[in-house]
C-alpha cells in the first residue's frame, strides 16, 4: 500500500498552508494530541469502568486496571492519533479513495519538521538519535547517583527500595530506550542510502515506530511519581517480585510493550527494505556489513520480541487481573518467567551487538583503506550468532533452580557462539593488518571497541561455565561483564557510527580534537569504572544492594570517582555535537573517501537520496583495489547501462 | 517519468524481489504473530506438563467441546468464504467479493459471539488457578485476534462496496485474508490443544 504511491512522481503538490483559528484543533499536531489524550483517557477509563461494573467486580475503582489501560494504553494512543500517526489509515479505513501522495510530511526544512510525523527515513533517523540521546543522559544521571550512593557503606542519599528503583530505571532506559533504538536510528538514516533505495518500504509504519518510543520513555521515567516509587525489581523484572511489588511495575510492563512493538515494526520495514528494494546490481553478497547486520537483527527481533511482549503480558495479568501464570500457591510455573524472559533477552544481547559490529565493520574498513577481511564469512557467522542465540538462553537461569539436565547443553552453547564471534574479532584484525591506518574519531571508537569487547567476552566466557557462574552470580563481576559488552561493545560502537556519519546527516564536520577528548576521557573513566568491579565481584560483593561490606569500601569509593568522570566526558560530546551542528566546517559529499552508497550522495542528502537509483557493480569495500567500483550514478550510469547492453 | 523537476518526487524504487513489499511485510508479522502464540502455548505447557498438573481441567470443570467445535467449523468455513471473495475480486467480480467479505466478516462474528457467550458459562474465571489463567489466555489471546482480523475485514468490506479494488488492485483484500487464513489456522491449534487434549 505505502509503496504503490512511489509509481506516481508526477503527482506532487506544495505542502498544505497552516491552519488557522479553530482548525488548528483539528489538525494534526500537539494541540490536538492534548485534547485527544483526554478523549481517549475517557474512553479507556469508560472501559474498565463499564467492563467491572457488568462483570460485578469490587471495588468499581481500581488503580492496577486504570493504570494499565486509561493511563498507559489509550491515553498514549490518544497521543498517536492526536499528532496524526493513524490519519492515513484512518482514511482508508473509512473508505475513501487514497489521497494521491503529495510528499507534504517527508523531508525537513525547519527544525518545527522533526517534531511531528514524518515519513522521511533520515528525519526519522536524526529523531531517533536525538531522542535516545536524551534518555542516554537521562539514564547517565541515573547511574551517578547509583554510585554516589554507593561511594561509601551503608546508606546516604536513598532508601534501599528508591536505589532498586534507580538502578532498575537506568538499566530498562539504557536497554529499550537507548542501545536497540540508538542502533535502530543509525539504520534508519543509512540503510536506506546502502541499498540505493529512495526510503523504507513502508514509511508510515516508520514514522510511527518513532513516536512510540518516546512514549516508552516517558512511561520508564515517570514511574517514579507513583506512589510506591518507580520499578524496583531489576531490568528483568523477575516475577513474583515485578507481581507483588509497587503499581511501578506496571509501568514498566506497559513501556516494554511499546519500545516492544516499535523494535518489532522497524524490524519488519527493515526486512522488506532489505529484501524488495535493493538496487539492481546490490545482490545480497554485495551489500555492505551494516545491512547485512540490520538483517540479521531485525530477524531476531521479529522472532524474539514477541517472548518479552508475553513474558511482561502474564507479568501484568498475574497483578491486574488476578491470573495465576507465576504464582506458585495456585499452580503457578514461577520459573516461566526467567524461561520466557531470557528466550528474548538473550537473543536481545544480540540485538544490541549485531548492528554494532556492522558499523565498525564499515569503519574499519575505510579508515584502513583495506577490503574487509573474509567478507562473506563476515556475513555468515552473523546468521551463525543468530542462530546459536536462540539456544543459549538459561545460561542466565544456572542459579535458579531450573533443571539440572538443562544446565551443561547450555554451557556448551553459549561457548560455541565464542567460534563465530571470534570469526569477527580476528576478521577485523586481519583487515587492519598492514592498513594505511587513518586514527580519526570514529576509528579510535572502533579499536576502543575491538579492544573492550574482547575483555567482556572473555569474561562472558567465564560466565557462561557453570561452576564459575555459580561462584560469581549476583556478583559485580557480572555487573562488569555486562558492561564491557554493552558499554565497551554497544555504546562505543554507536558513539563510533555517531562520529562516522555526523557529517553525512548535519552536513557539517564535527570537532576531531573535541571528538578525541571525548574518546580518551571515556576510555579511561570507562576502564577505571568497570574493570575493579571484577575484582570486587570475585570477592564476592553483591550486586543490585544499596549496602555493602565495609571491606570493599575503597574500591567502591575509587570506582564512583572515576564513574564522575566518565559521567562529565558525556559533557564534550553534547558540546561537540551540538556547536558543531549549529557551526561545524561544510562537509563534503564523502569526506571519509568510502565507497558505500550513502557517501556518493551530497551531505546531508538530497530529500528522496537518488535523482535516478543507482546501478551497483561491485563489492562495497574494495578499498585500495585500482579501478574498483561499488556503484555507478548519474552520467556514469548511463554509460555503464549502455556499456552492458 | 514524465515529471519535470526530478527532485519533485522520489525516483522508482528498484523491486529485487517477486514478492509484493505489503505481502512479505503480513508474512514476517504473521510470524512474529506466531511466536506471540508460541509464548502463549509456552506457559500453557509450563502449568500443565512441567508442573504435572494433577488433574487437567481440574476435577468439577468441563469445557464445552462440542459447542467450541461447531464453532470451529464456522471459522473455518470463513476461510472458504474469504478465499472466494479473492479469486472474485481477480475474475473482476464485485458481487462474490461483497458477497464474500460479507459471510465471512457474519461467520468471524458469530464465532467472537459464541465464544463471549461460552465465557460466560464455562463456569470458571481467569483467577481459577493456572486452567482458568491458561484457557483464557489462549482462548482470549485468539479472540484478540479475531477482532483485529475482523476490524480489517470491515475495512477491506467497507471499500469493496464503495467501488474500490480491481482485478490487478486488491491488495487491501489480499492481506487481510492472509491474515484471516492465520487466525484460522491458529484456532485449529489453539482448539486442539485447549479443548481436544
Redesign the interface.
Known amino acids: 500500500m505505502s509503496t504503490t504511491e512511489h509509481h506516481h512522481p508526477e503527482v506532487h503538490a506544495a505542502p498544505r498552508p497552516p491552519a488557522t483559528g479553530l482548525r488548528r484543533l483539528l489538525a494534526p499536531g500537539f494541540l490536538r494530541a492534548i485534547w485527544m489524550m483526554a478523549l481517549f483517557f475517557g474512553i479507556g477509563l469508560a472501559l474498565v469502568l463499564g467492563i467491572r461494573a457488568i462483570a460485578g467486580w469490587h471495588p468499581l475503582w481500581h488503580w492496577p486496571p486504570v493504570l494499565a489501560v486509561a493511563f498507559l494504553t489509550t491515553m498514549p494512543l490518544g497521543f498517536l492519533a492526536g499528532i496524526g500517526a493513524f490519519d492515513y489509515w484512518t482514511h482508508y479505513a473509512l473508505g475513501r479513495p487514497t489521497r494521491p501522495e503529495d510528499h507534504s510530511g517527508h523531508g525537513a526544512r525547519s527544525w518545527r519538521d522533526y517534531f511531528r510525523v514524518n515519513t522521511d527515513h533520515k528525519v526519522i533517523g536524526v529523531q531517533y538519535l536525538v531522542t535516545t540521546v536524551f534518555f542516554f543522559v537521562a539514564g547517565g544521571l541515573l547511574a551517578m547517583f547509583v554510585r554516589a550512593e554507593l561511594a561509601r557503606p551503608g546508606t546516604q542519599f536513598f532508601d534501599p527500595q528508591t536505589y532498586n528503583g534507580l538502578f532498575s530505571v537506568h538499566a530498562s532506559l539504557m536497554i529499550f530506550l537507548f542501545i536497540i533504538p540508538a542502533f535502530a536510528g543509525l539504520a534508519n538514516y543509512v540503510v536506506p542510502l546502502m541499498l540505493g533505495a529512495p526510503d523504507m518500504a513502508f514509511p508510515r509504519l516508520n514514522a510511527l515506530s518513532y513516536w512510540l518510543l518516546p512514549i516508552a520513555g516517558i512511561m520508564m521515567l515517570s514511574s517514579f511519581l507513583i506512589p510506591g516509587g518507580a520499578f524496583a525489581a531489576g531490568w528483568t523484572g523477575y516475577a513474583p517480585l515485578s507481581v507483588v511489588g509497587s503499581d511501578g511495575n506496571i509501568f514498566f510492563q506497559m513501556a516494554v510493550q511499546w519500545a516492544g512493538a516499535s523494535s518489532i515494526m522497524t524490524a519488519l520495514n527493515f526486512l522488506v527494505t532489505i529484501i524488495t528494494m535493493r538496487a539492481p546490481g546490490m545482490t545480497f553478497w554485495r551489500m555492505p556489513l551494516l545491512v547485512w547486520a540490520n538483517f540479521t537483527t531485525s530477524l531476531l527481533v521479529v522472532i524474539a520480541t514477541p517472548f518479552i511482549a508475553a513474558s511482561q503480558f502474564f507479568a501484568l495479568f498475574d497483578r491486574v487481573l488476578g491470573t495465576d501464570f507465576f504464582r506458585p500457591e495456585s499452580g503457578g510455573y514461577v520459573l516461566g518467567y526467567q524461561h520466557i524472559f531470557w528466550f528474548y533477552s538473550h537473543p536481545a544481547v544480540y540485538i544490541m551487538m549485531l548492528p554494532g559490529f556492522g558499523i565498525v565493520s564499515e569503519v574499519i574498513s575505510v579508515m584502513s583503506r583495506k577490503p574487509i577481511f573474509g567478507y562473506r564469512l563476515m556475513a555468515l557467522s552473523l546468521m551463525a550468532i543468530l542462530f546459536l542465540g536462540f539456544s543459549v538462553w538459561a545460561h542466565h537461569m544456572f542459579v535458579s533452580g531450573m533443571a539440572p539436565w538443562l544446565r551443561v547443553p547450555m554451557m556448551i552453547t553459549t561457548l560455541l557462539i565464542a567460534v563465530p564471534t571470534g570469526i569477527k574479532v580476528f576478521s577485523w584484525l586481519a583487515t587492519i593488518w598492514e592498513g594505511k591506518l587513518n586514527f580519526s574519531t570514529p576509528m579510535l571508537w572502533a579499536l576502543g571497541f575491538l579492544s573492550m569487547f574482547v575483555i567482556g567476552g572473555l569474561s562472558g566466557i567465564y560466565l557462561g561455565a557453570v561452576p564459575i557462574d555459580i561462584h560469581t552470580s549476583d556478583t559485580y563481576f557480572v555487573v562488569a561483564h555486562i558492561h564491557y559488552v554493552l558499554f565497551g561493545g554497544s555504546l562505543f560502537t554507536i558513539f563510533a557510527g555517531i562520529y562516522y556519519w555526523f557529517p553525512k546527516m548535519t552536513g557539517r564536520m564535527y570537532d576531531e580534537r573535541l571528538g578525541k577528548l571525548h574518546f580518551w576521557l571515556t576510555f579511561v573513566g570507562f576502564n577505571a569504572t568497570f574493570f575493579p568491579m571484577h575484582l570486587i565481584g570475585v570477592q564476592g560483593m553483591p550486586r543490585r544492594v544499596v549496602d555493602y561490606a565495609p571491606e570493599f569500601a575503597n574500591w567502591n569509593f575509587f570506582i564512583s570517582v572515576a564513574s564522575f568522570g566518565l559521567g562529565a566526558s558525556t559533557i564534550v560530546f553534547l558540546y561537540n555535537m551540538i556547536n558543531s551542528w549549529a557551526r561545524g566546517p561544510r562537509a563534503t559529499g564523502n569526506p571519509w573517501r568510502a565507497l558505500t552508497l550513502e557517501w556518493q550522495v551530497s551531505s546531508p542528502p538530497p530529500t528522496f537520496n537518488f535523482d535516478e537509483i543507482p546501478q551497483v557493480v561491485g563489492n562495497p569495500y574494495e578499498y585500495g583495489v585500482p579501478g574498483a567500483r561499488h556503484a555507478v550514478l548519474g552520467e556514469e550510469r548511463v554509460e555503464e547501462l549502455e556499456r552492458v547492453r | ?3 519535470a523537476d ?12 517477486r ?4 505481502v ?2 503480513m508474512f ?2 504473521i ?3 506466531i ?2 502464540f ?3 502455548f ?2 500453557y505447557f ?2 500443565r506438563v ?2 504435572n ?1 494433577p488433574a487437567w481441567p481440574p476435577e468439577g470443570l468441563e469445557l464445552p467441546v462440542l459447542v467450541a467445535g461447531v464453532n470451529t467449523a464456522i471459522l473455518v468455513t470463513s476461510s472458504f468464504t474469504m478465499h472466494w471473495a479473492l479469486q472474485s475480486v481477480k475474475r473482476g467480480s464485485r458481487a462474490g467479493l461483497q458477497a464474500g467479505l460479507v459471510l465471512t466478516l457474519a461467520m468471524g462474528l458469530t464465532f467472537l459471539l459464541t465464544q463471549m457467550i461460552e465465557y460466560t458459562r464455562v463456569g470458571f474465571a ?2 481459577d ?6 484457557f ?2 489462549l482462548t482470549g489471546l485468539h479472540g484478540a485476534h479475531v477482532f483485529i482480523g475482523l476490524t480489517l475485514l ?2 477491506a468490506t ?2 469493496a ?2 467501488g ?1 479494488f480491481t482485478a490487478e ?1 486488491h ?2 483484500v489480499e492481506i487481510p485474508g492472509i491474515y484471516w487464513h492465520f487466525v484460522d489456522v491458529m484456532w485449529i491449534v489453539v482448539y486442539a490443544s485447549v479443548y481436544l487434549l
Open positions: 517519468m514524465s515529471t526530478a527532485h519533485a518526487g522520489p525516483p522508482v524504487a528498484h523491486q529485487s524481489s514478492v509484493s513489499a505489503p512479505l511485510g514476517l508479522f510470524g512474529s504473530e511466536m506471540l508460541g509464548a502463549f509456552t506457559v509450563f502449568a512441567v508442573n498438573a481467569p483467577r488457578g493456572t486452567f482458568g489463567s491458561t483464557y489466555g470491515t475495512f467497507v471499500r462496496f464503495r474500490h488492485h491488495h487491501g
